[in-house]
């Protein structure tokens, strides 16, 4: 394969995705609508062509000006999408679809690909835009890619957990990474136990280039971290990133009732601990960055931009009231 459309491919994902297959040799086009800055506006080894993927006509402009030998959906969040994409581009070499470790029903430990039930969807959620429906519209992209394979189409589903990593506009490893910055006491909801594996976005692309590459049509690959962390553990690997250390009030849900928060008002909390089986993506050749390393690189990339994440958790006055009371215990 020698030529790449990412569908997206400003952003987050999309954007380490465009670095990693320029990294390896392919001409790469990027489809979007324009909304976003582009990081590759200034490089002439990216094209881009503009248009909205929710429009059957753009996508249809797009494969006729590119004829590329792999697509990458980076952004198709409802079923429609992938409907569509797998038909146009159904004579490609791979059209991989990024679904979501959240497209699992199962709370199985670890989630395995083809035997972790998917989420169910109905017609009323396929068209919804929130934040509940989100696996739920994942999984259902996931079976039209299934049903695009048995049909002859070369379509691969890629599952990641949450990512972090630069350019995470969603800012939500920064809260912690700015609590750990920023001050010597910081609230954990929980004993630190909880356990939410994440995926450093580097690997993403990697593991989307490998399924394009060498995957099966018809498949689904989980692609995560290889050692996933608790929260504790993730507060230990940001404050050695900053050359720092941090104590912790561990809180239970009592304890943060009386500020009126919950263990979930916090980013990266989950109550059943949520772990992907990479083995499968490993077998195709799929390595993730040590974890040290991809901390390091985050949070410096976080602290250079300003990054705080106070959008994604409680503010800090809520937090020191909490303490002042704990404290007094």
Sequence with gaps: M????????????????VAELLDHGYDVTTFNRGNHDDPFAEDDRVARVEGDRTERRDLLQAKREVEPDAVFDCVAY?????????????????????????????????????ETALESCSAEAAT????ETYGARKAAGDRIVFQAADRGVN????????????????????????????????????DGTNLWQRVYAEDVAQGLRVVAEEGEPGEAYNVGDRNAVTLDRMLDLIADALGTSVERSYTSPRELSIVDLEPDDFPLYRDHP?????????????????LAEAMERTVESHREHGLTGEDNGPDRETEERLLDVLDTV
């Design 2 to 17: 020698d030529t790449a459309l990412v569908v997206g491919g400003t952003r987050f994902i999309g954007r380490h995705l």
């Design 78 to 114: 409802k079923p429609r999408d992938v409907e569509s994409a797998t038909e146009i581009f159904s004579g490609v070499d791979a059209y991989v679809y990024i679904s979501s470790g959240a497209a699992y029903a199962d709370e199985d430990v670890p989630k395995r690909e083809g």
């Design 128 to 131: 919804d835009d929130s934040p």
């Design 155 to 190: 379509a691969m589903s890629v599952r990641p957990p949450v990512v972090y990593g630069p350019h995470d506009y969603t800012e939500r490893l920064a809260y912690w990474v700015d609590r750990v910055a920023e001050y010597d006491e910081v609230v954990v909801p929980g």
């Design 274 to 290: 949520h772990l992907l089986d990479t083995t499968k993506v490993a077998e195709l050749g799929y390595e993730s960055t040590p």
